[in-house]
């Protein structure tokens, strides 16, 4: 082995170990410590990702901007601006309950609830929606594969909270999964539309609630027709095993 390579390696092997180190402090970090941090981090980028993404040099510039140290910025994000985005999903998960708490949904049908969550959300981004473009770019890549489709789940079962479900059958994760589509799809079509009222966003919202009140209804109709036919399974079961033992 040359010089070269065994330098290398020492250098790659040293990495890695600063890298667990650098995980390993940051889960001693005190959690209000860590939340401020990000929150400081978040505020100071969301500006700056508009225009240069959610870069590390965006990162750096906001620890900058921000005021803190890049160490203690490293140790409360350890995969940096990804954390942040993943810090401003929950704030803007959490807008949507603070909205629903504010508003009167008990006299509205559930469709209607579920519009309003869906809306809050949209709205919550405000005049930070190129940062979002930017975010779900950011989230198209390698190293975030697994953190989109988990923070749109973790949108959609906060939306569904908020307005009130409590389901724990299979339901809990039909109604999320669906919820999660059609939030994904309205995003894009709000994120895409420069009117400022975005009425086609809203219809297009309008639009999935309106498919998935239909599926509902068909699958709680076929439901209700089958319920007094025989159970096909069974019948299938004593065709293939017999009728079992007689008394």
């Not at 390993?24 to 993404?53: C, H, N, Q, W, Y």
Request: glycine share 6%; proline share 3%; with cysteine.
């Amino acid at each position: 082995m040359s010089t070269l390579s065994a330098h290398t390696g020492e250098v790659t092997k040293s990495l890695h170990w600063s890298r667990q180190i650098d995980m390993m402090e940051a889960d001693t970090l005190p959690r209000s410590v860590k939340d401020s941090t990000r929150d400081a981090l978040l505020e100071s980028i969301l500006p700056l990702a508009a225009f240069d993404g959610w870069t590390d040099d965006s990162f750096d510039q906001a620890c900058a901007d921000a005021g803190i140290d890049k160490g203690q910025a490293r140790l409360a994000c350890p995969r940096g601006s990804l954390d942040l985005i993943a810090r401003w999903s929950r704030q803007l998960d959490q807008a949507v309950v603070a909205a629903v708490r504010e508003a009167d949904i008990k006299a509205m049908k559930i469709r209607e609830r579920v519009r309003f969550g869906v809306m809050a959300r949209l709205e919550a981004i405000g005049t930070h929606e190129e940062a979002a473009r930017r975010a779900r770019s950011r989230l198209m890549l390698p190293d975030a594969a697994s953190e989109a489709p988990q923070l749109l789940w973790a949108t959609a079962d906060t939306i569904w909270r908020a307005i009130g479900d409590t389901s724990t059958d299979v339901n809990f994760y039909s109604k999320r999964t669906i919820l999660a589509g059609v939030y994904g799809s309205t995003l894009s079509s709000w994120l895409n539309e420069a009117d400022t009222e975005k009425q086609e966003a809203q219809a297009f919202l309008d639009r999935r609630i309106q498919n998935v009140m239909d599926f509902e209804k068909t699958k709680a109709n076929i439901a209700k027709l089958t319920a007094e036919l025989p159970d096909l399974a069974g019948l299938l079961g004593k065709l293939r095993h017999g009728p079992g033992p007689r008394v």
